[in-house]
Every structure is written in structure tokens, then in C-alpha cells.
């Protein structure tokens, strides 16, 4: 399970890494991931869903370092269609009662 | 895109401290301070007024006590492959050497440094104490350089970093983040992701 405290030292470490070697070093998929596990249990807005969202990113190549192909963005995609899904639900839930 | 998340709140009034030092007084002590050439201090001083315009609730007393004795130099003896480093220990700012002829906007450069000087209240800059938030307070310090100069360069600074903390800044609250950044404690920013759920 992914805390914010195991996050942090995954991003620390990254960073310290990068500004050492000059390169960056980040595993940008598996940081991704984690920031995903973090959040599985939030009550998040469909406007935070969405915001981040657009922070994922898919190819490392936007971020100046090599190409890729991040599989974190789809489990993302499913992570936000589960929650969307679910809060609208609750919605309509709502309004019945 | 990294960088326009965070920052929708910053129009609303937040005061971050009661703030004795006008641009007056710093425009008086920066003339004063012999270890800067007049050139980095008129750079410096058209991003501290972009600074102020922008954040005008930020004090700025921080940054008055800090630029009494700033230095600011070049050097090869890195640590790190950074472009530039403020050692708010020592109060000294350091540009790499190696670096300085990579396509870096240095505006946006001297903006992200200027922002640290201003968080730093010698201890630690924003709410970086002892290293534990490095790459947050990174970002987030990005995040904040890109918002009020944006980056002009072909080399892109802590992209990394910045989505971290755009991501942070949206799950506890960007509001918390600012806070917790310009009053120099953690303590906000760690309750805020506990109050959205975040196990820490």
C-alpha cells in the first residue's frame, strides 16, 4: 500500500539521482503508479480526477528524457472511470432519496 | 500544462506574514550590498517587483535580511549537475560553471533562486526542513518560477518535480500548499493531505 511518505522518498530519490548524474532519472510510469496507489481510497472530485489526469504523462518524451510508453496512464484511465462512476451513482442515489 | 493547475487560488487574498520590508527598503539595501554587480541587481530587482506585484500578502522581510549580505557565484565545484544552487546556510548563490553555456532561460533561473531566498528563513526554504520535502519544495518553487516568468529556454528545470507537486497541490489544496511553502511549515501542508485522506 502507497503512502505519502513512501511517495516522497520515491521522488527524493529521483531527485537526488537526476542532479547527480546530470540525467534525468526518474521512473516517471512507476512514480505514476504510485501516486495512483495513494489514491485509490480518496473521495476526489471529478474535477481533481480530471485535473490530474492531465498530469500523467505518457511518454517520457515530453519531459525531455527518453520515449515511452507509460501503462500508469491506463490504469489511471480505470482508476477515474471506477471513481466517476461511482460518484455519479452516488448522485442519482442521492437524488432518489 | 505542468503548470497551470496549482495556481488558480493565488488571486484570492492570503497573508503569509506581516510584512515590514517595502520595495523601498530592498531596492536601498540591494544597491548597498557590494558583493553584486549592477546588472544581476537590476535583474533582480525587476523579478522581485514581478514577485511582489504577483504575491503582494508574501513578506518580503526574508528577503530584505538576505540580500544585506547575498553573494552570488560561479563555480565548477558542483556537487550536483544542477544549473544553480542557493545555500541559504551561508547565503550564498551559486550558478554551475559547466552548465552556464546550456540553453537555460536564465531569468526563469534567477526567478527560481529568488523565490528560494525569499522562503528561506535560514533554517530551510519553503517547507523543506532537513531535506525531507526536497523534491516537493523543488517542484513546487518551479511551479511558482514558471507562473510568474514562465521558461523561455530549451532545457526544461525540475519537470518532475513540478508534476509531483502540481499532483500534491490538487489532492491537499493549492491553497495549503502556498501556505505551507511561505510559512516555512511542513506541518500545514502534511495536515491538509490527512484531512483529503492521504495515509502518510
Do not use: C
Not at chain 1, 476526489?44 to 496512464?73: A, R, T
Not at chain 2, 556537487?79 to 541559504?88: E, T
Amino acid at each position: 500500500m502507497m503512502n505519502f511518505n513512501k511517495l516522497n522518498d520515491e521522488a527524493n530519490y529521483y531527485s537526488e539521482l537526476s542532479g547527480k548524474t546530470g540525467v534525468n532519472s526518474w521512473d516517471q510510469d512507476k512514480f505514476q503508479t504510485g501516486v495512483i496507489n495513494m489514491i485509490q481510497e480518496l473521495n476526489l472530485s471529478k474535477e481533481q480526477i480530471e485535473k490530474l489526469g492531465n498530469l500523467m504523462v505518457s511518454n517520457n518524451q515530453e519531459l525531455d528524457m527518453e520515449p515511452s510508453n507509460n501503462k500508469s496512464v491506463v490504469e489511471f484511465e480505470v482508476f477515474a472511470k471506477n471513481k466517476v462512476d461511482t460518484l455519479e451513482q452516488n448522485i442519482s442515489m442521492s437524488k432518489v432519496a | 500544462m505542468f503548470f497551470l493547475y496549482t495556481l488558480n487560488f493565488f488571486y484570492d487574498k492570503m497573508n503569509v506574514g506581516d510584512s515590514m520590508a517595502n520595495l523601498d527598503n530592498i531596492k536601498v539595501v540591494l544597491d548597498n550590498n557590494r558583493n553584486i554587480n549592477n546588472e544581476v541587481k537590476d535583474n533582480l530587482f525587476e523579478l522581485i517587483v514581478i514577485f511582489n506585484n504577483k504575491f503582494p500578502e508574501v513578506s518580503l522581510d526574508n528577503l530584505e535580511k538576505h540580500l544585506r549580505t547575498l553573494k552570488i557565484k560561479k563555480t565548477n565545484k558542483f556537487l550536483n549537475q544542477d544549473i544553480s544552487m542557493y545555500d541559504h546556510k551561508n547565503n550564498i548563490l551559486y550558478f554551475n560553471k559547466d552548465r552556464m553555456n546550456e540553453e537555460y532561460d536564465y531569468k526563469h533561473v534567477l526567478m527560481f533562486e529568488l523565490i528560494n531566498i525569499i522562503s528561506s528563513n535560514s533554517y530551510q526554504t519553503g517547507f523543506n526542513a532537513d531535506g525531507k520535502f526536497e523534491a516537493l519544495n523543488t517542484g513546487y518553487t518551479e511551479i511558482l518560477a514558471n507562473f510568474l516568468v514562465g521558461n523561455n529556454g530549451e532545457k526544461l528545470i525540475y519537470p518532475n518535480e513540478a508534476i509531483y507537486a502540481n499532483m500534491i497541490g490538487i489532492i491537499a489544496g493549492e491553497d495549503k500548499l502556498f501556505e505551507s511553502y511561505f510559512k516555512n511549515d511542513a506541518k500545514i501542508l502534511l495536515n491538509a493531505l490527512v484531512e483529503a485522506g492521504v495515509t502518510l
